[in-house]
């Protein structure tokens, strides 16, 4: 049986890959993929504390299902935003995405 | 108890698909390994005995999220497909610095004490239901009108308004 370690260590080692990939992509998609990794490095924590801390209620499990909704909000809202700064400005290179900047 | 056989191998399968997707040059084999990794994280749901999260991992993850990165990848296509994920000149600084957090990450959990004992798990389907209609129900709405809000912010933004 494996214990919480296992599960807290994957979850740590998922998380540091999503954050090398957004700290280190130039792709704004493949950022947003990362992301995505960090939510999923996330979510395997609070199931897991829920099934060796609290098995009985199921709070872990129903922040999770938050979490979805969350990640499932931001990745079409974030991939709406690319879609029109590429009409605009034909890149997908987060260096180039300085509009904001003066 | 068959879990360790099956844990160890998943876990290191999910971290190889993970590297996959930040190391490949092709944005497209990116979201591949991106598929598999949402995948394999589904059956470490499984094993955590979470039946129902494993079926919206699949469902909203590996089915919803990843097409919606296909779509933007055919999208915003540029016309060299083998170089279209490179990486940027904070490559090595991250580098260092995400396995810097990754030890202390693995030190802090190897060094506290969290005592547990093997409690059994029973009908987490029945339990996700009675707190999302029950003490969770105001989260539960206010996730909806998120979920509405970011569908209409969605189409706007890509599609304009016409006024």
Known sequence: MVGLEG???LAAALFCIGLFGAFAKKNVIS????????LNAAIINLVAFNRFL?????????????????????IAVGLAIVINIYRSRATTNVEDFNILKW | MISPYVFWPIAVLIVVFAIGVVH????????????????????VFILL??????????LVYAGAISILIVFAVMLTRRIDMNESNPFNKLRWISLIFCLGFFG?????VL??????????????????????????MIPFEVAAILLLIAIAGAIILTKGVKD
Do not use: C, W
């Not at chain 2, 490949?24 to 059956?43: E, R």
């Not at chain 2, 005592?115 to 707190?131: C, F, H, N, P, R």
């Open chain 1, 31 to 38: 950022v947003l993929m990362s992301v995505e990794l960090m």
């Open chain 1, 54 to 74: 609290a098995p009985a209620k199921v709070t872990g499990h129903i922040f999770a299902i938050f979490i979805f909704v969350v990640a499932a909000a931001g």
């Open chain 2, 24 to 43: 490949f040059k092709n944005i497209v084999h990116s979201a591949l390994m991106l598929i598999l990794t949402f995948v394999g994280v589904a059956v």
């Open chain 2, 104 to 108: 202390l990450i693995v030190r802090i």
């Open chain 2, 49 to 58: 005995e979470a039946e129902f999260l494993a079926f919206v991992q699949i």
């Open chain 2, 111 to 136: 060094t506290s004490r969290i005592s547990y004992e093997k409690l059994a798990v029973q009908d987490t389907m029945g339990a996700i239901a009675d707190g999302l209609f029950g003490n969770y």
């Open chain 1, 7 to 9: 599960y807290l260590i």
